[in-house]
């Protein structure tokens, strides 16, 4: 007699996000304005306003009138909007499962650009439909190599409290702009870990579905007077692929830069303020350049953790509305050029960076990090500053300073990747389970128990942050490994690293990570000094019946 044994491991379930789907337009009447004769709101107010979400919703669908502009819906705001979506190609994609066609029969690639994720900077918003429409209008050929989405109106809720004042010290539209936060009062760019907006769990769906090579980000900055009207970033995380990282800073952004600069006669330069970064009164440091920290909550940061390249394209706020638009336009414009011309180098660059996560078994993983000084001197150009009022002013006069650009980032804390998680059952641990697979992460369920070589995680030391933040009170945790037998029961949670997202898994579920999920709250009721952690490392290459 044959006995049969029961995997050990269920069919991976479902992911929970689903891929967005067309949005219900109507046909565009005979009488619609033809794409060539669309003007934005800044365009048509002669840069004293910004557009409400019902007039970037008739923009985009008076764009859908050419075929090769396909109409979709990203996701549903807080407060019920539409967050709507184009996709330029030609010949058009309908689908993510057309992209991936087109991926792999032609070569294409898909570049997912936002605007308005802070709805008081609106650059991106303007500047992204008057970007299609031109794309549109000469017949660019960059619709026929690229797959550009556009999700122009990201944060749709905030983009409607429009005031005079909700960017105080910004240089217009001068009829008013959004707010930064959303319809919950997150900062959605703060968001990427916890994916508690549903602004996010939209984006990051899109993210899975359709596999944008390039995540391009625009913002308006905060801070510091210099004379950059665009200023960049790219991907931080030391936990994410390496060879990205650097491609980013020795290829692709020195190369953008130089498109950038042939296109409209101007520099840009690192994102980021005098001092250390964070952007109050920076006239007591000229001598040091700070930017945004390594943390995945931001969105290039998260992206680059997913193995993927990311652009953020900060305006500067003081230059003229008209100015922070137009270059706004011509720095995507060069980063959509760049990836015309290297979209084979791209995409190579990605798939490396997704074999290395699937097959980097007890390699270093960095999942807490210093800030530190990058070798040698950066020049800013800036101003001769001013007290008035007790704040620092531009006097207008230029002036160069050499600085230290504080953009590098060491491990603090690294891990060796496990082979695998296992999660024990438990309902409190369900919302760490579902945002793992909002994420994209494969988990698996455990059919019948055993045991496999790993180590436990032993909390000793949970230290809460003293005021709240994103309506969280954060918390960093110090953890001790000890090696033995891990417990696997029928219902408990199996989390592979042998899959692309391996670095985020990582980065996601180590208590000691500088923003995974203990650091937002989900693992609160297990970080008291003693406590077993309810996530175990294995580390068995093998065992019968997993995997």
Same mark, same amino acid.
């Given at each position: 007699m ?8 269920a069919?991976?379930?479902a ?6 789907? #067309?949005a219900?337009?109507?046909e #565009?009447a005979k009488d619609?304005v033809? !794409?060539a004769?669309?003007?934005s709101?800044?365009e048509?107010?002669?840069y004293?306003a910004?557009?409400?979400?019902a007039?970037v919703?008739s ?9 090769r ?5 990203l ?7 539409e967050i709507?979506?184009?996709?330029l ?8 499962e057309e ?5 792999e029969?032609d ?12 709805a008081?900077?609106?650059c991106?918003?303007?500047?992204l ?23 122009? !109106? ?7 409290? =429009? ?17 930064r936060e ?8 703060r968001d990427? !870990? ?6 996010t ?9 359709w596999? #944008? ?6 913002h308006t900055t905060?801070?510091?007077?210099h ?8 991907p931080?995380?030391l ?13 692709f952004?020195?190369q ?7 296109s ?12 250390d ?6 006239a007591h440091?000229?001598?040091t350049?700070?930017t945004?920290p390594?943390?995945? @909550?931001f ?23 008209k100015d ?8 995507v414009h060069a ?12 995409a ?9 996560a @699937? ?6 993983v ?11 001197k950066?020049?800013?150009?800036g ?7 007790g704040?620092?002013?531009s006097t ?18 690294s891990v ?6 296992r999660?024990?059952?438990?309902v409190r ?9 909002m ?6 369920e455990v ?11 032993t909390?000793?030391?949970?230290t809460?942050a ?8 954060l ?10 037998d ?6 408990d ?10 670095n985020? !898994? =990582?980065?996601?579920l180590e208590?000691q ?18 406590a077993?952690?309810?996530v175990?490392?294995?580390t068995?290459p093998?065992?019968?019946? =997993?995997?």
């Amino acid at each position: 007699m044959r006995t049969m044994l029961l995997p050990l491991l269920a069919a991976p379930l479902a992911l929970a996000q689903p891929a967005p789907q #067309p949005a219900p337009h109507a046909e #565009p009447a005979k009488d619609a304005v033809p !794409i060539a004769e669309l003007r934005s709101v800044a365009e048509s107010s002669d840069y004293k306003a910004t557009a409400l979400h019902a007039q970037v919703v008739s923009f985009l669908d008076a764009m859908a009138q050419d075929h090769r502009v396909t109409r979709l819906t990203l996701g549903t705001s807080t407060q019920g909007r539409e967050i709507p979506l184009v996709i330029l190609a030609d010949p058009p994609i309908r689908s993510a499962e057309e992209a991936q066609i087109a991926r792999e029969m032609d070569g294409k690639v898909v570049v997912f650009i936002i605007g308005n994720i802070h709805a008081g900077e609106v650059c991106g918003k303007e500047a992204l439909p008057m970007l299609a429409r031109d794309l549109l209008v000469r017949n660019d050929p960059l619709l026929s190599r690229l797959i550009i989405a556009i999700a122009p !109106i990201y944060n749709c809720d905030g983009n409607e409290q =429009v005031a005079v004042n909700n960017r105080p010290g910004q240089n217009g539209p001068e009829l008013g702009m959004g707010k930064r936060e959303n319809g919950q009062g997150l900062d959605l760019n703060r968001d990427f !870990i916890k994916l508690e907006a549903p602004e996010t769990r939209a984006l990051v769906g899109f993210l899975n579905a359709w596999d #944008p090579l390039l995540f391009i980000d625009t913002h308006t900055t905060n801070g510091s007077h210099h004379r950059f009207t665009i200023t960049y970033g790219g991907p931080k995380a030391l936990a994410g692929d390496e060879a990205v990282r650097l491609f980013f800073r020795d290829r692709f952004m020195p190369q953008v830069a130089d498109r950038y600069s042939a296109s409209c006669g101007e520099p840009t330069f690192y994102y980021g303020s005098f001092g250390d970064g964070v952007f109050g009164d920076p006239a007591h440091d000229k001598a040091t350049w700070g930017t945004y920290p390594a943390e995945a @909550r931001f969105g290039t940061n998260y992206v680059g953790l997913r193995g993927r390249m990311s652009l953020l394209s900060e305006a500067y706020s003081y230059a003229p509305y008209k100015d922070r638009v137009l270059r706004t336009y011509d720095f995507v414009h060069a980063a959509l050029a760049w990836c015309d011309q290297n979209h084979d180098e791209l995409a190579r660059l990605c798939d490396g960076a997704d074999a290395r996560a @699937r097959a980097s078994p007890r390699d270093m993983v960095a999942i807490r990090t210093r800030t530190v000084a990058c070798p040698g001197k950066v020049t800013v150009l800036g101003f001769e500053e001013e007290i008035k009022n007790g704040r620092s002013v531009s006097t207008g006069i230029p002036r160069d300073y050499s600085v230290d650009l504080l953009d590098c980032y060491e491990p603090e804390v690294s891990v060796a990747r496990p082979r695998a998680y296992r999660i024990e059952r438990d309902v409190r641990l369900e919302p760490v389970i579902d945002t793992l697979r909002m994420h994209g992460v494969v988990v698996r369920e455990v059919r019948r128990a055993t045991t496999i070589p790993g180590e436990r995680l032993t909390i000793t030391k949970a230290t809460a942050a003293s005021r709240p933040f994103q309506g969280h009170v954060l918390v960093k945790a110090e953890a001790e490994a000890a090696a033995g037998d891990v417990p696997l029961n029928a219902g408990d949670w199996y989390i592979s690293t042998a899959q692309p997202l391996s670095n985020l !898994i =990582v980065y996601a579920l180590e208590p000691q990570s500088e923003d995974g999920l203990a650091t937002w709250n989900f693992f609160d009721p297990w970080l008291t000094p003693g406590a077993t952690f309810p996530v175990w490392r294995i580390t068995a290459p093998s065992i019968d019946g =997993v995997e």
